[in-house]
């Protein structure tokens, strides 16, 4: 058993060698250890290529940015082909000691499962050092396929240890890849790998450390809500997801926005959902349901 680990990097200086400490931290671990950082097409002179020479790592420099999510499956293709768990590190995050651990004798004990994920301590990074919280506290995710299909429940593929397999059999390849607006590329990668058959299992043991920050890309809600929208459109027909699928995303969207416009007296989200709503008020519905039911079960 091997493990392999590509950190993408943009102006990252400031963070590369955090993240790699806690990479080669790792307790307990005395298989092989490949881990690849990609410069994704910064100035030279903002590269991490001097910051990281005393790491034992594979270093790449891209001349053009292509986003985090084609540099992630481009450092894939160049693991070693004996590696059998691999995980996406982004360059600000860390992990704790035992991440690998864990997560590996949760995959180990069950074939089925081609990702697993932990729970999250995000400092708010922005607010000060005392600024943090568990990213699950009351609520968890389920990582089941069709709930997955109607929202996310993970935040960064930095909580995740993935099946090599279940990765090299993705419903795309990187030559055919085009997701125009970032942030919800995590999304689809969740979505390809469990559309297979794969199963996925959940540890509420904190095992990450996410450092949140005014430029991390789930702050940008407008670019999130469009890419989410791009793959619905465009990657749910790829992975053989049903128009039904796509309306249920789109009716959870609508009940969401009449939630929030209620919750906060924002006239114009209330205005968006009950659009939503004379379109495809079944779906919206339905949708409700849903999240009545997550709400009931303690899922996010």
């Known amino acids: 058993m091997s493990y392999g ?11 590369i060698r955090r993240c790699l400490d806690s990479i080669f931290n790792q307790e307990e671990i005395t ?10 097409g910064p100035p030279r002179h903002e590269s991490v290529e001097n910051l990281i020479s005393d790491y034992p790592v594979q270093y790449y420099y891209r001349e053009t940015n292509e986003g985090v999510f084609k540099t992630r499956l481009w450092g894939l293709d160049k693991l070693p082909q004996d590696v059998k768990y691999c995980a996406f590190l982004d360059q600000d995050d860390a992990w704790r000691p035992k991440f690998l651990t864990t997560l590996t004798s949760m995959l180990e004990e069950r074939p089925e499962l081609g990702f697993v994920a932990c729970n999250v301590n995000v400092i708010e990074s922005d607010k000060g050092l005392g600024a943090q919280h568990p990213l699950y506290d009351k609520r968890h995710p389920n990582l089941v396929l069709e709930d997955l299909k109607v929202a996310n429940q993970l935040i960064s593929p930095s909580q995740v240890l993935m099946r ?24 689809l990668l969740w979505l390809s790998i469990l559309s297979q058959g794969y199963q996925a299992s959940y540890t509420k043991s904190i095992l990450v450390d996410y450092y949140d920050h005014e430029k991390g ?21 790829l992975l053989h997801f049903s128009q039904w699928d796509q309306r249920l995303y789109r009716g959870r969207i609508g009940w969401d926005h009449i939630a929030e416009g209620v919750r906060t007296k924002n006239l114009g989200k209330l205005w968006e959902g009950l659009r939503i709503l004379l379109k495809d008020p079944q779906a919206l519905y339905q949708a409700r349901l849903y999240r009545l039911r997550h709400k009931r079960q303690g899922i996010i």
């Open 5 to 15: 680990v590509v950190v993408p990097a943009y102006y990252g200086r400031a963070f």
């Open 217 to 237: 890309a789930h702050n940008d809600v407008a670019t999130m809500a469009q890419s989410e929208a791009y793959i619905v459109v465009h990657y749910f027909p």
């Open 31 to 40: 298989e092989p250890l490949s881990v690849i950082v990609i410069d994704d």
């Open 164 to 187: 090599r397999q279940a990765l090299n059999d993705l419903h795309f390849g990187q030559d055919n890849l085009h997701l125009p607006y970032p942030g919800a590329d995590d999304w």
